[in-house]
């Protein structure tokens, strides 16, 4: 049990770091879009990359988020019901939902791999005027959906522990981030 109980405390900081830091990128999405509407109604002159810029962040954002939401149950949720059910058929429910949870990762990581690998082996850029590389991002899919993965496994041990454990589930530890606040 120690060792699933450190493996679930190594990957919740892990996707906690990582989401923690790539909140940080609202902040160039937003003085990007500042920046484009700033450019385009008061000078009356676009440009090319800034729109583009702030979706390639977006997109970061957004694939480092699935680990953090997932370890501090930020993921859409029945919660009028899944809220109300005792803990013991909550984690039961969560256990079986967990099969949907890696089908889907599965799948995702399985396929982007391989587009990953390609638009690498490619150097792959962007169609449009501006052209900027995307193979990064296409490289970062199949790491977001790993650390997803791994968060997934890792609240399949916790909703396992509280389905057949007498014992109180284990949580995760906090960040010292989190105990500030």
């Known amino acids: 049990m120690r060792v699933l109980s450190r493996y679930v405390d190594a990957v919740t900081a892990l996707n906690d770091r990582v ?34 810029l702030a ?14 939401l997932l370890a501090h ?16 058929l909550r984690a039961a429910v969560d256990v079986l939902t967990s099969t949907l949870l890696f089908a889907f990762v599965g799948a995702l990581l399985y396929f982007s791999s391989s587009m990953a690998w390609e638009s690498v082996g490619r150097l792959e850029h962007s169609m449009s ?22 968060q997934g496994l890792a609240k399949l041990i916790i909703d396992l522990q509280a389905l057949f454990s007498t014992a109180p589930p284990h949580e995760p530890q906090a960040t010292p981030a989190e105990d500030a606040s």
């Open 55 to 68: 979706q390639m962040l977006f997109g970061t954002y957004v694939l480092l988020a699935g680990g953090f």
């Open 129 to 150: 005027a501006w052209n900027p590389p995307v193979w990064p991002l296409r490289l970062l899919i199949p790491i977001a959906a790993t650390l997803l993965l791994l």
């Open 19 to 52: 989401g923690r830091l790539s909140a940080y990128l609202v902040i160039p999405i937003f003085f990007l879009l500042l920046l484009e509407v700033g450019l385009r109604y008061l000078a009356g002159s676009p440009t090319v990359w800034t729109n583009e």
């Open 73 to 88: 149950g930020g993921h859409a949720n029945v919660d009028i019901l899944h809220g109300r059910l005792p803990p013991r």
